[in-house]
């Protein structure tokens, strides 16, 4: 019974921790999502702790008041964070909002808090059966990990954080030994109930919304809102930061030249030059991109997008007919998948790979399971796409923030594949009206006509609308982006206001443009898009990481000592310390790598994170048959066996299917 309550609330509490990561990633500006990730440790350590400091705590009587307590704030604590009105990008700004931050801060660590006492309770208790409750604790999260994806999958996110606090309360009633102690674990699940029915409207930061919303769901992958702006337009909102287009047709290509749809960048010249064009979409989102192929006469199109239902919508659900059903067009082939993967599959395929803001901000909302944004835009990401072209192919990438960056990992993908003169394969557009860029990449050398007309004829007359930024006249040599290409990004580097080096798939964080050069204190009052300006936020996180763990960790695992009485060794003490420390770089750095060749966020979490626990909770049942040096070779064996052996096999399998 002990193992089974230990597993319950284990299960109980990982979960928790990934659905509020999940909410956090979508309601809050993105790099504070992992607040939740640091707290849920911080949190279980400090429940621990304060056993150790205050030993009348120390009783088995208090399970279920502390087991429903955490339950408690399990339920509430979405609820503060969300209607409490915190904005994080005010929080130097508006005195008012750190005592609401701290509140936050409070809510989210007491769950975890009153869960860090009940377990370490338990283990003291019972002691003698370690290996078996660590197991049970371990396989128990690794359980709950599946269990808050099937919930966020099935019922929706809002509702999944309601209903993880039922393992918490069946702990409790599991664990009573008086009956009047049953009361609270009871009223409790009929709050449960109540707030599961008002989940979808409470779960949820109120907003202004753009339009109508005429549809949402919000599940493991993302929160997805579908937005009606008039009747012939509507738009798909993911993670309240991203936005694809959807266009209403009626199915009719039988339409004069000035009745076709425009939509927004032009790439008919490009299609016209094959009398045979392979389309594919790098995120095809509302199926604008896959309309326009459609439209101008390509004979066989990709559209791939790693979001399922947006897939699904498109394709038989409620914007099939809304958008002509051109999912359901032959000539179309709907792949959900991770378009990078989905790349490498092919060499020599594609005539236009098209990407129209295949990575605005939702990377940096659902990146929140691990660090990464993702991987389209690295240098190795060029190559493939090189590769996939066809003899004569051509590659359109569109971006608002990121394009002095890709001109370098551009330039470096072609200097890497032995490309004679790379700066002839390319070409890079201003849209100044749009506020975007365009990169044309060709696997022949680019013509003057090519550049002139690929996406409508260049004249003075619409300089404002768009015009050449490389190759340009005299006049504009010194716009960024012709010096990057010229020059070299070393050589321009220094006078950029935001970081140039090109990244690759070791270091996948494009949008982390922030530089130290550019701290300033007065800078800190507006965080929002900071980045992209050139602010170090994400270095700024990180030190601040560095900095909590210096001032308040290490000296609170140290209190034991100043206290006096039983402590562990000095020795010991590292030991733990490390080895905790060690398992969450290693937990993290994992997801991050996996991510490439699994896919989507949540894909690489679930598999990462279940097989790190399950193989932990097996090795703590077996632990004590196996002498204490072995696993620390394995572990060294292991390391190098990453490095040399299953990085080059994640590349070498990479180009298959899911």
């Given at each position: 019974?002990?193992?089974?309550?230990?597993a319950?609330?284990?299960?109980?509490?990982?979960?928790?921790?990934?659905?509020?990561?999940?909410?956090?990633?979508?309601?809050?500006?993105?790099?504070?999502?992992?607040?939740?990730?640091?707290?849920?440790?911080?949190?279980?350590?400090?429940?621990?702790?304060?056993?150790?400091?205050?030993?009348?705590?120390?009783?088995?009587?208090?399970?279920?008041?502390?087991?429903?307590a955490?339950?408690?704030?399990?339920?509430s604590?979405?609820?503060?964070?969300?209607?409490?009105?915190?904005?994080?990008?005010?929080?130097?700004?508006?005195?008012?909002?750190?005592?609401?931050?701290?509140?936050?801060?409070?809510?989210?660590?007491?769950?975890?808090?009153?869960?860090?006492?009940?377990?370490?309770?338990?283990?003291r208790?019972?002691?003698?059966?370690?290996?078996?409750?660590?197991?049970?604790?371990?396989?128990?999260?690794?359980?709950?990990?599946?269990?808050?994806?099937?919930?966020?999958?099935a019922?929706g996110?809002?509702?999944?954080t309601?209903?993880?606090?039922?393992?918490?309360?069946?702990?409790?009633?599991?664990?009573?030994?008086?009956?009047?102690?049953?009361?609270?674990?009871?009223?409790?699940?009929?709050?449960?109930?109540?707030?599961?029915?008002?989940a979808?409207r409470?779960?949820?930061?109120?907003?202004?919304?753009?339009?109508?919303?005429?549809?949402?769901?919000?599940?493991?992958?993302?929160k997805?809102?579908?937005?009606?702006?008039?009747?012939?337009?509507?738009?798909?909102?993911i993670?309240?930061?991203?936005?694809?287009?959807?266009?209403?047709?009626?199915?009719?290509?039988?339409?004069?030249?000035?009745?076709?749809?425009?939509?927004?960048?032009?790439?008919?010249?490009?299609?016209?030059?094959?009398?045979?064009?392979?389309?594919?979409?790098?995120?095809?989102?509302?199926?604008?991109?896959?309309?326009?192929?459609?439209?101008?006469?390509?004979?066989?199109?990709?559209a791939?997008?790693?979001?399922?239902?947006?897939?699904?919508?498109?394709?038989?659900?409620?914007?099939?007919?809304?958008?002509?059903n051109?999912?359901?067009?032959?000539?179309?082939?709907?792949?959900?998948?991770?378009?990078?993967?989905?790349?490498?599959?092919?060499?020599?395929?594609?005539?236009?790979?098209?990407?129209?803001?295949?990575?605005?901000?939702?990377?940096?909302?659902?990146?929140?399971?691990?660090?990464?944004?993702?991987?389209?835009?690295?240098?190795?990401?060029?190559?493939?796409?090189?590769?996939?072209?066809?003899?004569?192919?051509?590659?359109?990438?569109?971006?608002?923030?990121?394009?002095?960056?890709?001109?370098?990992?551009?330039?470096?993908?072609?200097?890497?594949?032995?490309?004679?003169?790379?700066?002839?394969?390319?070409?890079?557009?201003?849209?100044?009206?749009?506020?975007?860029?365009?990169?044309?990449?060709?696997?022949?050398?680019?013509?003057?006509?090519?550049?002139?007309?690929?996406?409508?004829?260049?004249?003075?007359?619409?300089?404002?609308?768009?015009?050449?930024l490389?190759?340009?006249?005299?006049?504009?040599?010194?716009?960024?982006?012709?010096?990057?290409?010229?020059?070299?990004?070393?050589?321009?580097?220094?006078?950029?206001?935001?970081?140039?080096?090109?990244?690759?798939?070791?270091?996948?964080f494009?949008?982390?443009?922030?530089?130290?050069?550019?701290?300033?204190?007065?800078?800190?009052?507006?965080?929002?898009?900071?980045?992209?300006?050139?602010?170090?936020?994400?270095?700024?996180?990180?030190?601040?990481?560095?900095?909590?763990?210096?001032?308040?960790?290490?000296?609170?695992?140290?209190?034991?000592?100043?206290?006096?009485?039983?402590?562990?060794?000095?020795?010991?003490?590292?030991?733990?310390?490390?080895?905790?420390?060690g398992?969450?770089?290693?937990?993290?750095?994992?997801?991050?790598?996996?991510?490439?060749?699994?896919?989507?966020?949540y894909?690489?979490l679930?598999?990462?994170?279940f097989?790190?626990?399950?193989?932990?909770?097996?090795?703590?049942?077996?632990?004590?048959?196996?002498?204490?040096?072995?696993?620390?070779?394995?572990?060294?064996m292991?390391?190098?066996?990453?490095?040399?052996?299953?990085?080059?096999?994640?590349?070498?399998?990479?180009?298959?299917?899911?």
């Open positions: 019974m002990t193992s089974k309550r230990v319950l609330i284990s299960g109980a509490l990982i979960g928790l921790e990934i659905i509020w990561t999940r909410i956090f990633s979508a309601e809050f500006y993105y790099p504070f999502a992992f607040l939740t990730l640091s707290l849920a440790i911080l949190g279980l350590g400090l429940g621990a702790l304060s056993l150790r400091l205050f030993p009348q705590l120390n009783s088995m009587q208090r399970l279920p008041v502390l087991l429903s955490a339950a408690i704030f399990a339920m604590g979405p609820l503060v964070a969300l209607h409490i009105g915190l904005d994080f990008s005010l929080l130097l700004a508006q005195w008012l909002m750190t005592p609401k931050f701290i509140l936050i801060l409070l809510f989210m660590t007491a769950p975890f808090y009153c869960g860090g006492m009940v377990m370490a309770m338990i283990f208790q019972h002691h003698q059966n370690i290996g078996s409750l660590y197991m049970a604790d371990l396989l128990g999260a690794a359980g709950g990990v599946f269990l808050a994806i099937i919930l966020m999958n019922f996110t809002p509702t999944a309601f209903l993880l606090a039922f393992p918490l309360l069946l702990s409790a009633l599991i664990s009573v030994q008086k009956r009047w102690q049953t009361a609270m674990p009871i009223l409790l699940l009929a709050l449960q109930g109540f707030l599961i029915i008002k979808d409470w779960v949820e930061r109120p907003v202004e919304e753009r339009a109508a919303v005429v549809y949402k769901r919000w599940d493991a992958m993302a997805l809102k579908v937005y009606e702006f008039d009747e012939n337009y509507r738009g798909f909102n993670d309240n930061l991203a936005n694809s287009p959807i266009a209403k047709f009626d199915g009719n290509w039988n339409r004069p030249d000035s009745e076709k749809f425009g939509l927004g960048i032009d790439i008919s010249y490009l299609i016209s030059r094959k009398d045979s064009c392979t389309f594919l979409s790098l995120g095809a989102g509302g199926g604008n991109d896959v309309l326009q192929a459609l439209q101008y006469g390509c004979t066989e199109i990709h791939v997008e790693v979001n399922p239902l947006v897939n699904k919508l498109m394709s038989h659900g409620e914007l099939a007919d809304y958008a002509g051109i999912y359901q067009d032959p000539r179309v082939k709907v792949i959900t998948e991770d378009a990078r993967a989905y790349v490498r599959r092919f060499e020599e395929k594609f005539d236009i790979i098209f990407s129209l803001s295949s990575n605005t901000f939702a990377a940096l909302a659902s990146g929140s399971f691990a660090l990464a944004e993702n991987y389209l835009f690295t240098t190795e990401a060029f190559a493939d796409y090189y590769r996939a072209l066809s003899q004569d192919g051509f590659l359109m990438m569109e971006h608002q923030f990121y394009m002095p960056r890709l001109v370098s990992e551009v330039t470096a993908a072609l200097t890497e594949l032995g490309v004679e003169s790379p700066a002839a394969h390319v070409a890079f557009y201003d849209l100044p009206k749009m506020r975007r860029n365009i990169l044309l990449l060709s696997k022949q050398p680019l013509t003057d006509e090519i550049r002139q007309r690929a996406f409508g004829l260049l004249t003075s007359e619409i300089f404002d609308d768009i015009h050449l490389y190759p340009v006249a005299d006049s504009m040599q010194t716009n960024p982006i012709n010096r990057i290409v010229q020059e070299g990004w070393k050589s321009v580097q220094s006078d950029m206001p935001i970081d140039i080096s090109p990244c690759d798939d070791n270091r996948p494009v949008a982390q443009l922030g530089m130290m050069k550019n701290f300033e204190w007065g800078k800190l009052k507006q965080l929002r898009m900071a980045e992209f300006r050139g602010f170090p936020l994400s270095k700024l996180i990180l030190l601040t990481i560095l900095l909590v763990t210096v001032v308040l960790i290490l000296p609170l695992t140290l209190i034991p000592y100043a206290k006096g009485g039983a402590i562990l060794s000095r020795a010991a003490w590292l030991y733990f310390f490390s080895i905790g420390m398992f969450m770089i290693i937990e993290v750095v994992l997801i991050q790598k996996y991510t490439l060749f699994i896919g989507p966020s894909n690489a679930v598999t990462i994170l097989t790190l626990l399950l193989a932990s909770g097996l090795g703590s049942r077996f632990s004590h048959r196996i002498p204490d040096f072995l696993p620390f070779i394995f572990i060294v292991w390391l190098f066996l990453e490095i040399f052996a299953l990085t080059p096999l994640k590349y070498a399998l990479g180009n298959l299917s899911m």
